[in-house]
Structure formats: C-alpha cells, structure tokens
C-alpha cells in the first residue's frame, strides 16, 4: 500500500534526461521507424537487445495500453481494443486473474464470457494490436486477492508466492499447466500477437527470493512458453530486494529513472511496465482519483521510451471481483470501489475523455501518422426510477449452522471465498461486547433486535471502535453477529486476509465459547431458493425486488445514494457493492445485460427495512 502511493507521487517527478536514457533522438526515430507492422497471423520474432525491443530484427517502441477482459463485458471487448488502437498505441496488456478461472482446486473455465481471454487476444490480433500478456500467477491489479484463487485460504498455514510452500506451488503448476497450452500458439513466433510474457508480477514489493520468479519462469517455459520474459516493479524495491530476473525485460512502475534501472538490467531493455494515467479509489475517499500523465507521456514518446498505460481503460469490478489493500500488519484496511474507471483516458462505459484526446494528439505527432477514427461509444439508457419493494428476508433463508467453540473465519468454515457469515451465541443480560478481528463489516443483533454495527474501515463518518454496548435484559436471547467481506487485500504482506470473525468475541473482557455459524454465499444458487417474505420486515438483512422498465436497452448507470450498504443484481448479474460512505453511489450495468421492457433488480441491504429510489444517471458521477 506504502509503495503504490509512491509510484503515484513519483509520476509527478520530472522524467530524467541525458546520458543516462541509451535512447537518444537518433535512436528514437529508429523505434519507430516501423509502426506499420502488425500482426497478421504470420511468425514474428520479438527480441530483447541492445537496450531494445526488437521486432524483426528491427528496434520497436511499445506504445501499450492495459485492460482486462475480466472487467469488460464480453460483447464491448472489440470496441475497447479500437478505443485504444484509435489513441494510437499499438499495444494492449492484459492481466489474467487466475481466481476468475479456477473456482475450485482443479475446476477451470476459460472459455465462458469475459474469462475467455483467448478470445480477447484473438480480437487484438484482428484489430492489429500487439499483446503484452500479464498471467501472474499473482498480478495485483487491485483485484480480490491479487488474483491468487481464495480457496488457497482454505490451508491454514499457506503462504502465498512461496516456492517452499507445497499447497501454494502445486496449486500454482496446475495453473500455469493449464493456461500455457492457450498461450503457446497466441504467441507472436507461432502467428499470434502476444509479443511478451511477464513473469509474476511486483514481486520485489513482496519477497526476496530471486528463486522464486525463476521457479516460475521455468514452468512457463516446461510448458512451452519460452517467451520473452519481462518483470515489472518499483526500481528501488527491485534494487533492494535484487530481485531482477537476469535475461528478462525489466519494467519500472511509476519511474522515470531509467539509468537507475539499465544498471541493473544491462544491456537488456528498460522501459516503463506501468505508467499512471489514473490512479485507485478506495471507498471513502473524497473524490475519484484523477492523474496527469500528458507531461510525462509526451517526454517519454520524444525519447522513444516503450511504456504500458496502467490503464487505458478500467472498466468495472462486477461481482466480487474488487480487491482491497491494507498495511502489512493488517490495519489501515481500504476497500476498493466496484467501478474500476481509474481516472483512465476511456472512461468505465467506453467513451473517450479529455486525456484520451490530449494522448491521442501526442501519439500521433510522434507516430507521424493520423490516427484511426474513434469507434461509436455505446449508447447510454435512461429510466423512470423505480423503488423495490422487500421480498425476502436473509433471516428465513439461513442455511444449516456448524458449531464452532469460537469463532473462525468463513474461508476455513465453510470453503466459502465470498459473502457473509452469521455468527449465534446464546446470551443473557448485556454489557460491552467487544469484536476482534472483524472482517469486514459486522451489524450486531441481541433478541432480533439490531443494536449497532463495527467496521474494520477506519473513517470520520464511521464509528472508531469495535466495540458495542448490549442493552441489558432478563431473559436469554440469541446474540447474532452478521459479517460482510469485502475483498482480500490484493497488495502487500497482508495476504492472509481470511474473512468473517478471525478473532474472539470477548463480553466483558471474558471470550464468549459455544457458537454457532452459518455461511451465506450470495452466489446464483442460494439466491435462486430464496423464500419470500410472509409479512413486514421485522430487521435489516432484507432483500427488496423491483421492476426497472427500459424503451431499449443502453448502457445505464444505477443511482444508490438513497440506499446504506449492500449489493445490487441486474437480471441476476451482480453489479457489485454499493455503500453510502461513498465517493461511488451509482453503479454501471451495460446493455448486454438488459432487455426492452422490464428489467429485474434485486437489492441486498444491510440497514434498510423500507424501500427507497432507484434513480437513473448518465455516469458515474
């Protein structure tokens, strides 16, 4: 978390100049004396050299945008790729998040929706962009858990990104074993445009074990994968740890000190692996994240630098799917939000903004050459608001309890990677209950009344503590305590961020034994056999339905801001969290996922008991 704020900050630093950059303006023209070549379907050879990257025996600039197919729905992923050709680049990068494709130990889907990433490298190829692919096995991206699938957190003792841990190493064989038959022939020597393969990701901000990214590097390559290979991460956390992987591209995060780097990468090629239009918003923060990245992205094209725009388009964390960091202690937990815009140059429902026509000016006085026209931006919907109205309440639809003498965390419970736990002990009297360990977001409940609620996000609109103060009462009544999650940390050695209570309940100073749990899901199935309410809402924990009545379908974006904290479906697709802490309150739904007529929405509220507005907006804010 210390070290992503800093990549930010260090953008802001002039980009160094002179002797240090091999590339000087001679050596620029050479870089993109060929910007014509594309891939064609034919074999090309890409090579690292001479401070170069080369292409056909010839000095090439990667100018790469990033996206990733997991946060696009499938049927914009063509109209991104043209968004981004369109600015001019001539690559894109793409992270594959591993827990999107394996949901179980051996259960893979890399071929429905956006989880075929195949079929994204594919459409790169027919628009004629190159592809730099970033498969982790870990990858960050501010995505649940870094991407690492969260069954790992089922093993008690695992750790994560550890050549010596058995459990994490054989988990990762059998995903690289996996995904590396699908990488071969996409790969530009066998005709398809991936000109690059990273290894791992940002590890030296993780550990220090050179022989760990070697490990990897070795089964990309038992597996046929024989690359190039490229590392990305802060300089200075490489020149610490020494965690350079000598043969291997070397990608700086936020720096410009490429002389710094070149020291340690020889004559292999240096260049920037993430440059920062845009930056994170975690929930709470006071307003979107914005950058400024024209000024360095101009310097870098006169010098002929290749860089990746982290991201040039962010899209939206559906689901699940939005990661969180914390400090390597486990405080300071920040949540990110469900839209992923980023601040990016094309924007979460693909239109283009004012940096996208700034960069697209600059990338073609450099090219030299008129960039092609900016493809149609889907077309956005507008409806009358509607209110849901309660259906069913999450009380009577409580799956069978496990009793636990105290609590534990819903990972090793009930091999349950997301959603919420209920945690039920008999109590009589009151006195002050004190959480620990709550992760993430507690609401307490004594004798079905709720009481108060305990966030592990530290903020002034939020209470401070984890503490809760029981009403006192003669006779014996069900403690219930209901834990939401939000995602697991992504970045960091926080890594082991299991969900739900992982730490005593403590009344009075004295824990509480004799529990009972129940896990909740929230996935497809237990939301299909949720039984209706039969009368008025007595607590929270209340799902509401409505209608939301379209002309036509159109991109829409769902205003929240009269609702507290849950979740929101869209004709069963879950758009993702929602929370009045803000700075997001309205959520993005594209028009694949709608119909003409009535469209079905499904609220998940953790506060409300009465319904109120869903309204339209035009964006996301």
């Known amino acids: 978390m210390q070290r992503r704020t800093f990549l930010r900050l260090s953008m802001l630093t002039p980009l160094a100049l002179g ?9 620029a023209a050479a870089a993109t004396a060929i910007p014509g070549v594309r891939p064609d379907g034919k074999p090309h050879r890409f090579g690292l050299s001479a401070q170069h990257f080369l292409l056909d025996g010839k000095p090439f600039q990667i100018m790469s945008g990033e996206m990733h197919p997991i946060r696009i729905p499938v049927e914009y992923w063509r109209q991104r790729i043209q968004m981004a050709k369109a600015m001019g680049l001539n690559t894109i990068a793409v992270y594959l998040m591993w827990n999107a494709m394996e949901s179980e130990p051996g259960v893979f889907d890399l071929h429905t929706g956006n989880r075929d990433f195949a079929k994204f490298i594919r459409l790169c190829q027919e628009e004629g962009m190159w592809v730099y692919l970033r498969p982790g ?28 841990d058995a459990d994490y190493m054989a988990a990762v064989r059998r995903y690289i074993a996996t995904v590396a038959p699908v990488v071969k022939p996409l790969l530009a020597e066998n005709g398809g445009p991936i000109l690059m393969v990273q290894v791992e990701n940002e590890y030296a901000s993780f550990g220090r074990d050179l022989a760990y990214l070697e490990t990897v590097r070795t089964l990309w390559q038992e597996n046929g994968v024989h690359g ?54 975690h929930w709470g923060d006071k307003e979107f994240a914005r950058g400024d990245f024209a ?25 699940f799917g939005a990661g969180a960091n914390a400090d390597n202690d486990y405080s300071n937990f920040q949540p990110v939000i469900t839209s992923y815009d980023y601040g990016s140059p094309i924007d979460e429902h693909g239109a283009p903004t004012a940096d996208y026509h700034a960069f697209r000016k600059l990338i073609a006085a450099h090219t030299k050459q008129q960039p092609p026209a900016l493809p149609a931006v889907p077309p956005m919907a507008s409806f009358a608001a509607v209110t849901p109205q309660p259906y069913a309440s999450l009380w009577d639809n409580l799956p069978a309890a496990r009793h636990v003498q105290r609590p534990q965390p819903n990972e090793l419970l009930f091999a349950q990677d997301h959603g919420m736990v209920l945690y039920r002990h008999g109590l009589k009297g009151g006195g002050e209950l004190i959480l620990d360990g709550a992760r993430d977001y507690a609401t307490v409940f004594h004798g079905g009344r709720y009481v108060d609620y305990v966030s592990r996000v530290k903020h002034p609109k939020l209470r401070a503590d ?27 050695h926080a890594m082991a961020d299991r969900k739900g209570l992982v730490g005593d309940v403590q009344l009075d100073g004295k824990p509480l034994e004799g529990w009972e749990a129940v896990g909740l899901p929230l996935d497809d199935a237990w939301l299909a056999a949720l039984k209706p309410l039969q009368g008025k809402p007595a607590r929270p924990g ?42 997001q309150q309205r959520l993005y739904c594209p028009a694949p996922w709608l119909r003409t007529g009535d469209n079905e929405v499904l609220v998940l509220d953790m506060h409300r008991t009465e319904a109120a507005a869903i309204r339209s907006a035009a964006g996301l804010q």
């Not at 950059?21 to 050596?27: E, V």
């Open 19 to 27: 002797a240090g950059w091999r590339i000087d303006k001679a050596n």
């Open 137 to 164: 096995p870990y990858v960050c991206g501010e995505w649940d858990f870094g991407g690492l699938p969260p069954y790992l957190l089922r093993h008690p003792h695992i750790r994560v990104r550890d050549k010596d």
């Open 228 to 281: 190039p290979f490229s590392i990305s991460d802060g300089l200075a956390q490489v020149r610490e740890a020494k965690t350079y992987l000598p043969g291997a591209a070397l990608g700086i995060d936020g720096d410009t000190d490429f002389a710094g780097a070149q020291a340690i990468a020889g004559e292999l090629p240096v260049w920037m692996g993430e440059g920062y239009p845009g930056w994170i918003t």
């Open 295 to 319: 000024g360095t992205l101009a310097k870098l094209l006169a010098q002929g630098r290749s860089f990746n725009m982290y991201v040039v388009h962010g899209g939206t964390n559906f689901g």
């Open 466 to 492: 984890n503490k809760v103060q029981l009403p006192a009462r003669q006779d014996e009544a069900p403690l219930e305590i209901l834990v939401d999650s939000f995602g697991h940390v992504n970045f960091g």
């Open 542 to 583: 209340i799902f509401f339905k409505g209608a939301l009545s379209l002309a036509q379908p159109g991109d829409c974006y769902l205003d929240m801001a009269d609702w507290a904290k849950g979740y929101l479906w869209v004709n069963g697709h879950l758009l993702g969290r929602y929370w009045n802490l803000g700075p």
